[in-house]
């Protein structure tokens, strides 16, 4: 890898804000990709809910692959500013740099020059929805048949091999009251404090942790009301949860949308009802398969720890689990994903390249 070229692209691509709400930008960064992985490979294009996305691989028919390499395009909203890439030092400071644009256009270099020679069919998947949930692009492939033996997605990871991740759930809570002047409060029934009492209950059986723990959250994400007047009191109020749980959870792992809005039904006062919009199971790999053994080595033999970790966010890994697909998160380093100052560590992403590559020719 020729690194000073390499981030010529990168920034270009940083520079793109593929946004959710930008369809013409996500379309812009897929298209950046795609021209440089180059010529010579099947570009095979999906869409789905107005998000395109891209398979790349060898031969005019599609194989099932011995390894799929996947990386999302799409990144959260952020200030213009963090558009306009700088670096600092051995740091490149944009939105969309550590999650994940750096690690996807390496995963695009090592598919360009490893595509060709390798004796097994490789896949590079590109995708710009997973910021959204992930449904409409590598959801959406694996249900129209994409298959593979094993996933790697580039999501920061600083070269240390992710087999773990939290499910998630996305529950909304409504409370519906009676509408009154505010001075009259025993007129009226207040949505927003019915609401909150629910809130409360939740909170109380998931508290904050104060350091890092392996167990289920719950984020309060929102809460409104369509008041606009201080003296009026709110006939509604809505709240929106994230609920991450881990494996084994008995509330959440394993079950439907209707058996979690009736568990959390439970918490809920008279006038409160919930509904589970989605419920995604945690993600994991076999810690002693051959693919995760051979990445541990690969990134251990560029001196990094190539240590086993758990997230506690979700990633598109889940899709294929649900699949009996093993798919694990190795990507370069870097901090502050979704943050105003969100970098790669540069240091990482030569590291990354050869790792990358000396995995995928252990497997020959």
Excluded at 79 to 85: A, D, G, L
Excluded at 224 to 237: D, F, M
Excluded at 267 to 284: L, M, N
């Amino acid at each position: 890898m020729e690194l000073r070229s390499f981030l010529v692209t990168a920034r270009e691509l940083l520079a793109v804000p593929s946004t959710a709400e930008r369809p013409e930008r996500l379309r812009e960064a897929l298209e950046m990709v795609l021209a440089f992985v180059g010529e010579g490979f099947t570009v095979e294009r999906f869409e789905s809910g107005g998000k395109p996305s891209a398979l790349v691989y060898r031969g005019a028919v599609r194989p099932r692959f011995r390894m799929i390499l996947n990386a999302h395009l799409d990144v959260v909203p952020a200030p213009e500013r963090q558009f306009r890439p700088r670096i600092e030092s051995d740091r490149l400071f944009a939105r969309g740099a550590q999650d994940m644009k750096v690690s996807g256009l390496v995963m695009a270099q090592v598919f360009r020059e490893a595509a060709g020679r390798l004796p097994y069919p490789l896949g590079l998947q590109l995708v710009t929805d997973e910021e959204v949930g992930g449904r409409d692009g590598t959801l959406h492939q694996l249900e129209r048949g994409v298959e593979g033996d094993f996933a790697v997605i580039g999501e920061q990871s600083g070269l240390r091999v992710v087999t773990d991740s939290k499910g998630v759930a996305a529950a909304d809570l409504r409370a519906e009251g009676r509408s009154a002047h505010g001075a009259y409060p025993w007129l009226g029934d207040n949505a927003l404090t019915k609401l909150l009492r629910t809130v409360d209950k939740v909170l109380a059986r998931y508290p904050d942790p104060a350091e890092e723990t392996w167990r289920t959250t719950v984020n309060v994400a929102r809460v409104e009301t369509p008041n606009r007047a201080h003296n009026q009191i709110p006939a509604l109020a809505e709240a929106w949860l994230d609920i991450r749980f881990p494996p084994g959870d008995a509330d959440f792992d394993g079950r439907t949308t209707e058996e979690a809005a009736a568990y959390l039904a439970a918490f809920c006062e008279p006038g409160v009802t919930v509904t589970v919009g989605r419920i995604d199971p945690p993600h994991h790999a076999g810690h002693d398969s051959r693919e995760v053994l051979a990445l541990q080595r690969a990134a251990r033999d560029q001196g990094f720890s190539g240590d086993l970790l758990r997230k506690h966010g979700s990633a598109d890994g889940r899709f294929y689990y649900q699949r009996g697909i093993d798919a694990v998160i190795f990507g370069i380093g870097g901090d502050g994903q979704h943050g105003p100052d969100e970098y790669a560590d540069l240091t990482t992403v030569e590291p990354y390249h050869r790792a990358l590559h000396a995995f995928l020719a252990e497997l020959e």
